[in-house]
Structures are given as structure tokens and as C-alpha cells.
């Protein structure tokens, strides 16, 4: 370092001294001294297109914006398992360790936790009140609505709202609803708060630029720009989900918080990361606005969310599935079976119907349908259009409500089946499908007793030890019952079959190819 300084030194020394000697060798060569003129560089300037600034829309929705830090009756609990890196834990540090020093003046472990990590709830709930958990939220009215996320307030006993400026105002719980991650809180304070508004996510496109806006790990408010990387991920959350994908950079603390578009309205709220090390790699969920508005709406109100139920078990429409129920495209929902008693089974609806829309529109998939029928209210009526046997047909259903721990009833597993051999005929339509079968232990149905490993059975999951108690959706008893629908469909020109296999952990369907001839 210091030897590159002198050595610059001297060469511009020597410069100076050449050009010295030069104008004293022109002012003695010509008698007459003559003007130097010094040149200097202009300071750098590139011409480049100007990127949109967000400073306008963050300045407009941050006051709309707050910390949300929730308080249980906890006490806190030594966690013998935390370790910092070669096995030390962070209390054997030493106290003027700079590691040591950070987290501590951030309410956090070496890994990031907080204080929350390191308490639970007292059996008797008698414990004093303490931090449990810290994320964001926003306000959608000026009077002390604000949004955040379930999973944010769902161990809480108390709330405290931390606005832009350090204010502390509590807050109380309006409602909750764990199947979209969303709750509603409420500060009664006679100031107007500044809040913001939902944006209809619908005209949000792949590619538009997002904000996010939170308090990610406790640091105060942060701002996060981004796009919107994709829309209608799901990501096994629950039955409703329906994620926008952002690329904006969030992490522990931002969840509840808003994601605006560059009007400043809401698109989404902060849910979920994917982060294999738990911090952010450029993959975060939002809630779409859209989902939100009509929750938060009923929290409101009701404190709670009443939805339609229909009550049918159902997985997706592959393309083999399609075209063994004479389908033109996979798409809509496949009735695995009725609940007994259920909206869907008093009107009529049986296993092996496909639902391919909803008051006229179109069902794309398990999903869609479920969106589609718990966004309506229960007690109304809806016509329920369906592929059976071949053809359209529809029902109308008089949705109930959606019980309280109902759970999304569908079952994306395979399984096929294997044949007895009874007549040559019947032995060799099962052999084709790589399956033999006996007769069930309990009358119903046909056992299926071994798969052949090679065969399309086998690459789809069918096992021994399952059952097949329908072909085409037509219950067999027996192997001549199986042989009878297989021969039958291919008279008409079906190149698979869908059968319906029962296991132990319940019943689903999978379509197996037909061999010709």
C-alpha cells in the first residue's frame, strides 16, 4: 500500500520535472516565453433511462402500515438444543463478542430467533404477559381496522400495535380464519388513521412491479421492491389456496404486511417464504387481494367465515382419466365419493361424476372448485353441472356449511387392480392390465392379489392387498364383472378404463390403458 503510494510519487515528480526542463529548453531555444494551457477532465455523466422511483408510493402508504407484536401469558424456557456453530451455545460467548453484541441489540438468537422462541404458554395460563411473536399488519379503515396474518396473532393474548412514529396502541382480536391465514384486529383510538385500500388483484399481471412494506425482524419499518413472478401457486397450505409469487425480498417479521402495487393499493398480503436457509431467496406468497377483501369483510362482521359446502371427496382429471370417461380435455373435478348425508349426495351427486363448472363456469381443477364453493354463502342454491356416463347432465344443490374441522376431501393417490382366472376371456382382459384378483374378504368388490411389476398398473401405484369396487362406474363383484365393462368399453372405442380402487387409507381412482383385439 505504501510502497504503491511513494512509487506514484515519484513519477509524478519526475513529470512535473520534464515538463519544467521542457519549457525552460523553449524559453532558451526562442528567447520568447509562451502561454500553457491546462486541461482538466469534465466529472463523469452517463445517459441511461431513468428507473421509476417508489419513493411517492412508499411515502403515500407507510403510515398505513404497522408492527403488530403479540403478548401470551408464557414463561420463558432455557432451549438446551440451540448451539453456535462448533457446539458452544450462544450464553458462552463471550460478552463482548460482536456476534453476541448484534443479536442481543436485535431481541434475537444466532439463529435468528427471537424472544418468542425461547418461552410457551403456562399450563394455567397464569404467566406473566410477554412477546411471543412479532409480524406486520395495515389499517383498511380510518377508524382502526387493520389486517394481518392468523398465524401472527393465533397464540396471542394480548396485541400491541406499533405505528410509523413509535406509537404504541393496543389492539383487540376481531376475528380470525385459519383456512386463508387471515385476521382482523382493532384500535380504538379517536385519531383517523391513514389506511389503504385493495387493489383488484385480477389486472395484476405477471411481470408488474410490487412493494412490500413491514417490519422484518423487528428492524423497524422496510421497504422491498420487486415483480410478480406468478400467480395461483399453491403450496399445500389449505384447500384455498390461490398464492401470488413475488420476488421482493421477505422475511421473518414481514407476514401480515401489504404488498402495493404502484398505485398504492394492496395486491396481497405476506404470508409465506420458501427459504431452504430462512432467509429470503426471492420466493414469497401473498394472500391476492381479492381472497382477502371477502374474508376480512365477514371477520368484520361476523367475526368469523361462514362457507358453502358441498360434501364430496374429489381429486384432479389427468389426461388418462379423461379418456377413459370420454372426455375432451383433463379438466374439472373427480367425484371420488359423497359424503353421506351431505348437500352433495341429497342432490343427487355420485362417485365417478365429473364437476365440470358451477353456475355455468367452468371448473378447472379440485382446487378451483373448492375456491368457487366456499366463497358462497351457505343455504343457496347452485346448479352443479356434470360429466356421467358419457354425457352432460347437471344438479342443483342447496350448499350447507362448512363444518368447523372440515378438511379438504381429496386424494391424489393411484391405485389399480389384478384378476382371478375364471374363463380364458376374463383371465386375459386382467392379465392385459398387469393385475390379478380373488374375491374380497368382505363380499365387496374384487381383491386384487398381485401386480405385475412391469405393467401400467404397477407404474401408476396399484398394489396388492387394495380392492376394486367400480370399473367405468359400474360396481364389480367378481372377475367377469371386471372383463365385462373392459370388453364393453372397448366396443366403444374406449382406450382406458377408470377404476376404482378402496385401500386402507381411502378410496381414489386411476385410469389403466386397454389393450386392443
Keep these: 500500500m505504501f510502497r504503491t503510494i511513494k512509487e506514484r510519487l515519484s513519477r509524478s515528480t519526475a513529470l512535473k520535472a520534464s515538463a519544467a526542463a521542457g519549457l525552460a529548453v523553449a524559453v532558451l531555444a526562442t528567447g520568447v516565453p509562451f502561454e500553457i494551457s491546462r486541461s482538466y477532465a469534465d466529472a463523469v455523466t452517463v445517459q441511461a433511462p431513468q428507473v421509476p422511483s417508489f419513493a411517492n408510493v412508499v411515502d403515500a402508504v407507510s403510515p398505513a402500515v404497522v408492527s403488530v407484536r403479540v403478548e401470551s401469558r408464557v414463561n420463558p424456557v432455557a432451549d438446551d438444543d440451540e448451539s453456535f456453530g462448533l457446539g458452544r451455545g450462544f450464553d458462552e460467548l463471550p460478552d463482548d463478542h460482536p456476534l453476541k453484541k448484534f443479536f442481543r441489540q436485535f431481541g434475537q438468537d444466532q439463529n435468528g430467533h427471537g424472544p418468542q422462541d425461547h418461552q410457551k404458554a403456562t399450563p394455567d395460563g397464569k404467566?406473566?404477559?410477554?412477546?411471543?411473536?412479532?409480524?406486520?399488519?395495515?389499517?383498511?379503515?380510518?377508524?382502526?381496522?387493520?389486517?394481518?396474518?392468523?398465524?401472527?396473532?393465533?397464540?396471542?393474548?394480548?396485541?400491541?400495535?406499533?405505528?410509523?412514529?413509535?406509537?404504541?396502541?393496543?389492539?383487540?382480536?376481531?376475528?380470525?380464519?385459519?383456512?386463508?391465514?387471515?385476521?382482523?384486529?382493532?384500535?380504538?383510538?379517536?385519531?383517523?388513521?391513514?389506511?389503504?385500500?385493495?387493489?383488484?388483484?385480477?389486472?395484476?399481471?405477471?411481470?408488474?412491479?410490487?412493494?412490500?412494506?413491514?417490519?422484518?425482524?423487528?428492524?423497524?419499518?422496510?421497504?422491498?421492491?420487486?415483480?410478480?413472478?406468478?400467480?395461483?401457486?399453491?403450496?399445500?397450505?389449505g384447500p384455498y389456496d390461490d398464492y401470488l409469487q413475488v420476488d421482493a425480498a421477505v422475511n421473518r417479521g414481514n407476514s401480515g404486511g401489504p404488498t402495493f402495487n404502484l398505485s398504492g393499493e394492496?395486491?396481497?398480503?405476506?404470508?409465506?417464504?420458501?427459504?431452504?436457509?430462512?432467509?429470503?431467496?426471492?420466493?414469497?406468497?401473498?394472500?391476492?387481494?381479492?381472497?382477502?377483501?371477502?374474508?376480512?369483510?365477514?371477520?368484520?362482521?361476523?367475526?368469523?367465515?361462514?362457507?358453502?359446502?358441498?360434501?364430496?371427496?374429489?381429486?384432479?382429471?389427468?389426461?388418462?382419466?379423461?379418456?377413459?370417461?370420454?372426455?375432451?380435455?383433463?379438466?374439472?373435478?373427480?367425484?371420488?365419493?359423497?359424503?353421506?348425508?351431505?348437500?352433495?349426495?341429497?342432490?343427487?351427486?355420485?362417485?365417478?361424476?365429473?364437476?365440470?363448472?358451477?353456475?355455468?363456469?367452468?371448473?378447472?381443477?379440485?382446487?378451483?372448485?373448492?375456491?368457487?364453493?366456499?366463497?358462497?354463502?351457505?343455504?343457496?342454491?347452485?346448479?352443479?353441472?356434470?360429466?356421467?356416463?358419457?354425457?352432460?347432465?347437471?344438479?342443483?344443490?342447496?350448499?350447507?356449511?362448512?363444518?368447523?374441522?372440515?378438511?379438504?376431501?381429496?386424494?391424489?393417490?393411484?391405485?389399480?387392480?389384478?384378476?382371478?382366472?375364471?374363463?380364458p376371456a376374463t383371465e386375459k382382459a386382467l392379465t392385459d392390465l398387469g393385475l390379478t384378483v380373488g374375491p374380497s374378504d368382505d363380499g365387496k368388490g374384487v381383491a386384487i392379489t398381485a401386480v405385475d411389476p412391469d405393467s401400467d398398473a404397477a407404474d401408476k401405484g396399484v398394489k396388492e392387498g387394495e380392492k376394486i369396487t367400480s370399473v367405468n362406474n359400474q360396481e364389480v363383484a367378481n372377475a367377469q364383472d371386471i372383463a365385462k365393462v373392459i370388453n364393453q368399453a372397448k366396443k366403444d372405442g374406449r382406450t382406458k378404463a377408470l377404476f376404482q380402487i378402496q385401500s386402507d387409507s381411502g378410496s381414489r381412482f386411476v385410469a389403466l390403458p386397454l389393450t386392443q383385439g
Excluded at 409480524?135 to 396471542?156: A, K, M, P, Q, R
Excluded at 406499533?162 to 382480536?173: Q, R, Y
Excluded at 385459519?178 to 385480477?202: G, I, N, Q, S
Design 127 to 237: 404467566g406473566r404477559l410477554r412477546p411471543v411473536a412479532q409480524g406486520s399488519g395495515f389499517f383498511i379503515s380510518e377508524d382502526g381496522y387493520l389486517v394481518t396474518n392468523n398465524h401472527v396473532v393465533s397464540d396471542g393474548a394480548a396485541f400491541v400495535v406499533v405505528l410509523t412514529d413509535g406509537t404504541e396502541l393496543s389492539a383487540k382480536l376481531i376475528g380470525k380464519d385459519p383456512r386463508t391465514d387471515l385476521a382482523v384486529l382493532k384500535v380504538d383510538d379517536k385519531r383517523k388513521f391513514t389506511y389503504v385500500k385493495w387493489a383488484d388483484d385480477e389486472k395484476v399481471r405477471v411481470g408488474d412491479w410490487v412493494v412490500a412494506v413491514g417490519n422484518p425482524f423487528g428492524l423497524g419499518g422496510t421497504v422491498t421492491a420487486g415483480i410478480i413472478s406468478a400467480r395461483g401457486r399453491d403450496i399445500g397450505s
Design 266 to 423: 394492496v395486491v396481497g398480503i405476506n404470508t409465506a417464504i420458501f427459504s431452504p436457509s430462512g432467509g429470503s431467496v426471492g420466493i414469497a406468497f401473498a394472500i391476492p387481494s381479492t381472497t382477502a377483501k371477502d374474508v376480512v369483510a365477514d371477520l368484520i362482521k361476523d367475526g368469523s367465515v361462514s362457507r358453502g359446502w358441498l360434501g364430496v371427496q374429489i381429486q384432479p382429471v389427468s389426461k388418462d382419466i379423461a379418456d377413459s370417461l370420454g372426455l375432451s380435455e383433463a379438466s374439472g373435478a373427480l367425484v371420488v365419493s359423497p359424503q353421506e348425508g351431505s348437500p352433495g349426495q341429497k342432490a343427487g351427486i355420485k362417485n365417478g361424476d365429473v364437476v365440470t363448472a358451477v353456475n355455468g363456469e367452468t371448473v378447472k381443477d379440485p382446487r378451483d372448485l373448492a375456491r368457487r364453493i366456499g366463497a358462497m354463502a351457505p343455504g343457496k342454491k347452485v346448479e352443479v353441472s356434470l360429466w356421467r356416463d358419457g354425457k352432460p347432465t347437471s344438479v342443483t344443490v342447496d350448499l350447507g356449511t362448512l363444518p368447523a374441522e372440515q378438511k379438504q376431501a381429496s386424494n391424489d393417490n393411484t391405485t389399480p387392480e389384478q384378476a382371478a382366472p375364471p374363463k
